[in-house]
Nanobody
Framework: QVQLVESGGGLVQAGGSLRLSCTAS?????????FNWFRQAPGKEREFVAA????????YYADSVKGRFTISRDNIKNIVDLQMNSLKPEDTAIYYC????????????????WGKGTLVTVSS
């Protein structure tokens, strides 16, 4: 069983930056999992944000964040990060980290493990 804990959320002004982290523990070797970040804004459906392959060599982004967000991983520290720049009010949401041994880009229903989320609020 893998435990995922997100951190780094908070309140930031539009145009600012935040760095989210997802720390994993338990389960198989960290590098055997691919990761996705999803987000859910109040009253909206959960949506895909970014994904990263097992080695970090493959990264994938939603069109809405491409060029502004960067996903990365450290297979020594067991951490997946999401660097968020040029934040907009529409980025306000709870951000969730999800893991699976398969690379399921954007497939929320296919994720085996989820964190509890971290709130990001972007003020205008």
């Amino acid at each position: 069983q893998v435990q995922l804990v997100e951190s780094g959320g908070g309140l930031v002004q539009a145009g600012g930056s935040l760095r989210l982290s997802c720390t994993a523990s338990g389960g198989r070797t960290f590098r055997s999992y691919a990761f996705n970040w999803f987000r859910q804004a109040p009253g909206k459906e959960r949506e895909f944000v970014a994904a990263i392959s097992w080695s970090g060599g493959g990264t994938y982004y939603a069109d809405s964040v491409k060029g502004r967000f960067t996903i990365s991983r450290d297979n020594i520290k067991n951490i997946v990060d999401l660097q968020m720049n040029s934040l907009k009010p529409e980025d306000t949401a709870i951000y969730y980290c999800a893991a699976d041994q398969r690379l399921r880009v954007g497939a929320a229903d296919g994720m085996a493990y989820w964190g509890k989320g971290t709130l990001v609020t972007v003020s205008s």
